[in-house]
């Protein structure tokens, strides 16, 4: 399916593009960060414009992480409500939503981009808490322009070698999200250890 997808790209870039990431923040499982480096390659050969590309692949994401959170709002509340009617459920919940409150502008970012497979999760999660849409969409828009930027320019860079740049981009963002694992779990630990005292 990769590589019917690469082929239509020159013939359908654009459209194509915007199409796959937006699919992609509904959890389907498609090649967006692929098709964004074979974009760039695009764009590297003088086929694609910069700027065209980097926008249809940022708009797609926004427009599914948008549909996302508004499924989560209207449906994924019902949800909650049911939920909430047994007392340890709903303390669970209070305690999500309270993390959701202090640190979803920073969860929304980086599962655009740097978690990404959590990133349709979050949309669903962030709109059935109530989470509000305005901060959900600027961390959201955010999140996806550093996600088309990182692969779109990668493209770019190794000038349509998909392998090299899958490979290279595959290793930093590795250790960039092992790196915040890293520092995430310290912080949690520092904190546990000063509550425990």
């Known amino acids: 399916m990769t590589d019917w997808l690469l082929a239509l790209v020159p013939q359908y870039g654009l459209w194509l593009l ?9 959890a389907l499982p498609l090649p967006a960060s692929i098709l964004m480096l074979t974009a760039g390659g695009f764009v590297a050969a003088g086929d694609l414009a ?13 427009a599914g992480d948008q549909l996302g959170y508004w499924a989560g709002k209207r449906f994924g509340a019902r949800m ?13 919940l209070d305690r ?20 990404s497979p959590l990133g349709p999760w979050v949309n669903l999660t962030a709109g059935s808490t109530g989470y509000g849409w305005c901060k959900f969409t600027g ?16 493209g770019y860079v190794f000038a349509g070698n998909v392998a090299a740049a899958s490979t290279m981009l595959g290793s930093v963002l590795g250790v ?8 995430i779990l310290g912080y949690w630990l520092f904190i546990a250890t000063r509550q425990g005292l």
């Open 18 to 26: 915007a199409a796959t990431t937006f699919l992609s923040c509904l």
């Open 176 to 183: 960039v999200a092992g790196g915040a694992g890293v520092v």
């Open 96 to 115: 999500a939503v309270a993390i959701m409150d202090q640190r979803g502008l920073m969860a929304v970012f980086l599962t655009r981009w740097l978690f």
């Open 50 to 62: 910069l700027m065209p590309v980097f926008a249809a692949a940022a708009a797609g994401g926004i």
């Open 139 to 154: 961390a959201g828009v955010v999140g996806e322009a550093v996600w088309a930027a990182i692969y779109v320019g990668g």
């Open 80 to 92: 909650i409500a049911r939920l909430r009617h047994d007392p340890a459920r709903d303390k669970v």
